[in-house]
């Protein structure tokens, strides 16, 4: 077991109606001038903006906007924000939208609060002391970004995607109404369930011994993820099926399922690479690689691979530990395709010329500084050997 | 499913010699003079009470002291540590103990911060609206009180029991080093235990459809504290059993196993008086009472209780509810018997006369203004009976 600091210091207000405290909240903070910062027309549409506004305007709050946040949100725009929040006198970044749009304020806020250019947090150069605080109304359920300290940009100067982790930039609040999430398509919503598991799964496939605490809650918060998941396939509009996945999101990623244990993040990584170069869904990109990186590592810690197989998806354990792990990473790869995933680059329309293909396994290693993860150090020769097994 | 607030802001240091970074996070808030608030003399002869004291020096800080914090934490030493703040120019309160310390502590901490008599707040006649910085040293996994929004303090005048809670003394930062639990009595383990699994329990038994999530990691937390307080009783040095156990005791009391379900609170009320009126072991008192309580009120959620009885304590399903739900009390009275803890009032060690039956009611009905409870609401008469049916 390993030691471990929890940081969760996010105020969560969950449930129907609850865009209508932003104002309140963003109030509490003592803060003045909001960027309302969003992503395409869909929050216009909805009228949540709107709602949004009223709540603000109710808590005698000034704000200036910026929309048109992308999915991996890119440099640019995140620069145009900084500028327009110092132009302005910005003192709160409000994003209002899934987690591209917060992963967007959140380098905003990063950029606004300290000379320099923020693009060296990402690539690693420095590390940020100041940051201004962040709230968040949440209409897709799948990043986790609305509780984590983390943030993924897009530098499009060489499709560079990068992530930066601080506590800083963990959101002061987040407001979350399920009821936001339903009008999001079957496929997106799929993708935000892939993405959940795998922020659990990433750090529950370790070698080490972890937490038994850790391990149980993880599993119950996969279980409850894919029950719900496949719910959502049929009743897109169940309001507690879309509660337990939004829930779910915030818990898969705010550090409660990796107290005291490892956490491998290749999957991610490798999916990063995919997603800088070919602009795909994440939580697609996650689900089409996940299964090939499975494989290739699984013969270093078969029991974990094996335990998972039993505790999450519920197979019978057998004699021969790498016998069942293999059953239970065909099991999940099966459940991913029952949610209309990709289990392959092929399925996720990706066709790497081999190029490419060399090219993504050395900007993956350059991003793990040579190589990374937790249940095999993973080097170039690796990751391309697992781009290839995913074609 | 109900709407949530969950706000757990308390930064966790958790592991082997967190203690050494006590003043770096005392530091970290800005403070300077620090109440060193501690219960009886084992933190001392530990020497874990140096320990902190050279990470306060080593961080630059000055602190004054105040020990002699009892289980059922009382009033007056309450007053006497906010007087002595006021007169020290005091701005952080550290506890290094239990939950009776850190109760203490935050007591402490809403008395300093606003004129007023601090009782008024735990007899409910008004509302805090400031407190200065709580920090906690765990060195027992019981009350959950180190990320929780509560305390309890004990009135001498009547020795009345009254809890208060504002998540404006939630602890800012809490250490915990599982090793400091291990020269814990086996008794003493064991109760805390058992207030682990009720902080979890109260939430648990509620008559509403909940959360599935909520109910999946509640169950979770229970089997694996239960799973280790059986090995604490055999091995109370296992550091990965102690660690289980204090990690479950925080999340069992910061909200999360509560998200979106309701709560009962009963047997913490009946428990409250008892510890009030004859000063028992908080977590033998809830064990001592949680049966007859859930005798009194099953039939009223048969299916909850045999949840319970399945998932947690893994008996088979029975055809029938209420039968299933009996043999579920049945099975958890065996595991407290188990423990070493009593479930019943004789074996707790109390013997009360009718008039202190019939004062203990009236006590615990107007703790809850007349009557409470979610399974089913208990006045009097109801409670007059519970405590006979304990006896």
Known sequence: MNNFTY??????????????QTGALVRERGCKKVLLHYGGGSAVRSGLLDRVKDSLREAGLEWTELGGALPNPRLSLVREGVDLCRREGVDFLLAVGGGSVIDSAKAMAY??????????????????????????????????????????????????KRGYSSDLCRPVFAVMNPELTMTLPVYQTACGCTDILMHTMERYFHPEAGMALTDSLAEALMRTVMESARVLTKEPENYEARAEVMWAGSLSHNGLTGCGAGGDWMTHKLEHELGGLYDVAHGAGLAAVWGSWARYVYRFCPERFARFAVHVLGLPAGADAEETALR????????????????????????????????????????????????????????????????
Chains 1, 2 share one sequence.
Do not use: H
């Open 328 to 391: 239970g990473i065909g099991a999940m790869e099966d459940f991913y395709r029952e949610l209309g995933m990709p289990t392959s680059l092929r399925e996720l329309g990706v066709a790497p010329t081999e190029a490419e293909l060399a090219l993504l396994a050395r900007k993956c290693a350059a991003a793990c500084r040579g190589g990374g993860g937790a249940v095999r150090r993973l080097e170039e020769a690796d990751l391309a050997a697992i781009y290839r097994m995913a074609l």
């Open 7 to 20: 940081y969760t210091p996010t105020k969560v207000v969950f449930g129907r109606g609850s865009e209508g």
């Open 111 to 160: 950029g606004v609060a300290e000379e320099g250019d923020v693009w060296d947090l990402y690539c690693g150069k420095r590390q940020a002391r100041a940051a201004l605080p962040v709230g968040a109304v949440l209409t897709i359920a799948a990043a986790g970004s609305e509780m984590s300290d983390s943030s993924v940009i897009t530098n499009e100067d060489g499709w560079i």
